[in-house]
Structures are given as C-alpha cells and as structure tokens.
C-alpha cells in the first residue's frame, strides 16, 4: 500500500540585506524532509508557487507499507 503526504513550507522573499532569514527557513525545510527521509518517505515532486511576500514549496512524498 503506497502512502502519499505533502509538506508544505513558506519561504520569504527578502531583500539581499536580509538572506539569512531565507536561508534559515531553507534549512528548516532540508530538516524537516530530511526526518521524512529517515523514516522511509521518499521525495517526489517538489513544486513552487511565487508570492509578493513569500515562495511556497509543496513537497509531495511517498512511501510504501507492506500489506497486512
């Protein structure tokens, strides 16, 4: 049984003055995929949707249960 979930994470569009609070955000994302990693989830689209103030990525992941 193949089981899909999304995480979704705002990113703010900054002025160059301001990077590192893209650039923590980033980060965060990278954490939090990479604990969806570890416990067997697999990446599998990644889209970006543009705002004024912020980009959104929707991660969508996937992994597989055994059938019981």
Not at 10 to 21: F, T, W
């Amino acid at each position: 049984m193949q089981q899909i979930a999304t995480v979704t994470t705002a990113v703010p569009v900054v002025e160059e003055g301001q990077l590192q609070r893209q650039v923590r955000k980033l980060g965060e994302r990278d954490q939090e995929l990479a604990g969806f990693g570890r416990n067997g989830w697999a990446l599998t689209h990644t889209a970006t949707v543009p705002g004024p103030e912020f980009v959104m990525f929707v991660d969508t992941l996937t992994r597989h249960q055994p059938e019981q």
